[in-house]
């Protein structure tokens, strides 16, 4: 008997996942929309997007199984009919999207996402006007607030093919193929953990109110400093309109988590600390860390479900010191017409 041939149609999907809302995707890939290309690799751990500015600012974030009631990979060995969980991550599709077009497809039922969080102020919302509160019910993954309240699949074929995703809502069904492109040459900016200097766990809101106070300076550069003396944990800038700095006290209250081996001080892109200001309005948690290289990682955990987490990671290359008057100057020496906030 000979064997039928099978069309290529027929094909297993290499990704298939199903998700009972949109919310809980859109939300956390925002965070990443400083930029409007993604690059995407899909594993069986999860779904990772990944966004970089400039080669020095990059941020990623994991779709982990457990955000959807349905996740199913299918790597090529296994479609082979070859059990060998090692060839998984060998097969792992890596491509670029475009991650504008990906976060209009997934409000296309509705959110409102064009409240400016970041210039105004409410404190029925832990502070930020338009920004949801963090976490629980209600928060930022709500349905009531966002009004996603359908099905989302997503699919992926294989190489050269497009992302499929169909949203189901009330009846009405919507299919979405997204362009794939090959992957571009991203830079990946490691965090050395063996080298870590400092670490700080703060909550998120916290570090993001010290950021917007500063942006009344209308700053360019954010200098971070910290010390294993007082004053412990500073924050400081300075722009057209002058300078300011905001220093917070090494209180359990405050600082959940503080070490610090040294005292060490580094400069940054403020517009690209900045650009992590949504995973800050939408956080529960921070982490803040500095390794020997001046390289700033802010990994922030978000509670998007009852038992269910998620982080939104980024790291930061700093200015080089000689190039940094502001790191060049005297640890000692302070500008007379700083404004020194104390948190």
């Not at 993604?38 to 982990?64: K, N, W, Y």
């Not at 930020?128 to 992926?156: D, H, T």
């Not at 002058?242 to 917070?248: C, I, R, T």
Request: aromatic share 8%.
């Amino acid at each position: 008997m000979s064997a039928v041939p099978i069309d290529a149609s027929d094909e297993l999907p290499l990704f298939t996942a199903v998700s009972t809302s949109t919310r809980q995707i859109f939300q956390l890939l925002k965070c990443l929309n400083f930029t409007s290309k993604a690059c995407v690799q899909i594993t069986r751990q999860g779904v990772h997007f990944s966004t970089e500015d400039s080669h020095v600012m990059q941020a990623r974030v994991v779709l982990q199984p457990n955000l959807f009631s349905s996740y199913v990979f299918n790597s090529a060995s296994r479609r082979n009919d070859m059990d060998d969980d090692d060839d998984d991550d060998a097969d792992s599709p890596v491509f670029m999207i475009n991650l504008d077009a990906l976060l209009e497809t997934l409000q296309i039922f509705g959110v409102n996402d064009n409240k400016d969080r970041w210039n105004t102020r409410d404190s029925t919302n832990g502070g930020v006007s338009g920004a949801i509160s963090r976490g629980g019910q209600g928060g930022a993954f709500a349905n009531n607030v966002l009004g996603m309240n359908g099905v989302c699949k997503m699919s992926y074929v294989g190489e050269g093919e497009p992302l499929c995703i169909v949203l189901e809502e009330t009846g009405i069904t919507t299919t979405c193929e997204l362009n794939t492109y090959e992957p571009d040459n991203i830079t990946n900016i490691p965090f050395q953990r063996d080298a870590m200097v400092n670490k700080i766990i703060t909550r998120a809101e916290w570090l993001f109110d010290a950021i917007k106070e500063l942006s009344a300076a209308s700053p360019t550069k954010l200098t971070i400093m910290v010390s294993p003396s007082a004053p412990y944990f500073t924050l400081s800038a300075g722009g057209a309109r002058g300078s300011a700095s905001v220093e917070f006290n090494k209180d359990p209250q405050l600082l959940e988590t503080f070490t610090a081996k040294r005292k060490l001080k580094n400069t940054y892109k403020y517009s690209m600390i900045k650009g992590a200001s949504k995973a800050m309005a939408m956080a529960n948690k921070v982490s803040i860390r500095t390794d020997e290289q001046g390289v700033l990682s802010l990994s922030f955990m978000t509670e998007i479900e009852e038992g269910k987490i998620a982080f939104v990671d980024f790291n930061f290359i700093p200015y080089i010191a000689e190039d940094d008057d502001e790191t060049a100057d005297d640890d000692e020496e302070e500008d007379e017409e700083e404004d020194n906030l104390d948190v």
